[in-house]
């Protein structure tokens, strides 16, 4: 499990396996509700990187565990969506 917190936005990423190579990850980041309406665009894309590298620390703690197949179920900031990971070699540097 990731979380990151600051003060404008907070981050939470939890993964685990749903069934054979399928790493299941829920990922969810929130702004402040003093921002909601009105968050810049320098804080949109610092809340869209952390977001990222989250998710993929939590891609590769699967992968780790012997998954192929990540399973991301993404609510970004009200917005609900999911994707598939396949593949693997992702590599996260700050």
Do not use: C, Y
Request: a positive charge; aromatic letters at 6%.
């Amino acid at each position: 499990m990731v979380e990151v917190q600051r003060p404008s936005f907070d981050i939470s990423v939890a993964g685990h396996r749903m069934k054979s190579g399928v790493w299941r990850i829920d990922a969810r980041l929130s702004f402040r509700r003093h921002l909601r309406r009105g968050v810049d665009t320098q804080l949109l894309h610092e809340g869209r990187i952390a977001f990222l590298k989250a998710i993929l620390e939590e891609n590769s703690r699967g992968r780790m565990q012997g998954a192929t197949v990540a399973k991301v179920f993404l609510d970004f900031a009200g917005d609900k969506r999911h994707i598939l990971l396949e593949g693997g070699g992702e590599e996260i540097s700050d």
